[in-house]
């Protein structure tokens, strides 16, 4: 079972970029899928991005496409969300998640994902 931990989270201004980092360990990181997903203060968490074992299939959340990218490096058991451009409305606990199968990161159920981080707080100001 792999084991997830987000890093790259902190405040920063409207229109400021920043790349979240996600480290997995004690798993076969190339069997997974990997995933983020937030959770804004009050509401309910939701999918972000997400992209196959391979790094070659991608999937955005509408609100976040053109400015954040997902990518992953099989080499250092990593997986990246790069966010440019943000918003006030992109603050939130960030999560990174594994699965095994990509599908079930972007439309769930996402309840019994295989691995989920801690969570990293990202907040813009505006």
């Known amino acids: 079972q792999v084991t997830l931990a987000e890093s790259g989270g902190g405040a920063v201004q409207a229109g400021d970029s920043l790349r979240l980092s996600c480290a997995a360990s004690?798993?076969?990181?190339?069997?997974?899928?990997m995933g983020w997903f937030r959770q804004a203060p009050g509401k309910e968490r939701e999918f972000v991005a997400a992209?196959?074992?391979?790094?070659?299939?991608?999937y955005y959340a509408d609100s976040v496409k053109g400015r954040f990218t997902i990518s992953r490096d099989n080499a250092k058991n990593l997986v990246y969300l790069q966010m440019n451009n943000l918003k006030p409305e992109d603050t939130a606990v960030y999560y990174c998640?594994?699965?095994?199968?990509?599908?079930?990161?972007?439309?769930?159920?996402?309840?019994?994902?295989?691995?989920w981080g801690q969570g990293t707080l990202v907040t813009v100001s505006s």
């Open positions: 992209l196959s074992w391979s790094g070659l299939s991608t």
């Open positions: 998640a594994a699965d095994q199968a990509a599908s079930k990161l972007r439309v769930g159920p996402h309840d019994d994902l295989d691995a």
């Open positions: 004690g798993g076969s990181f190339k069997d997974y899928a």
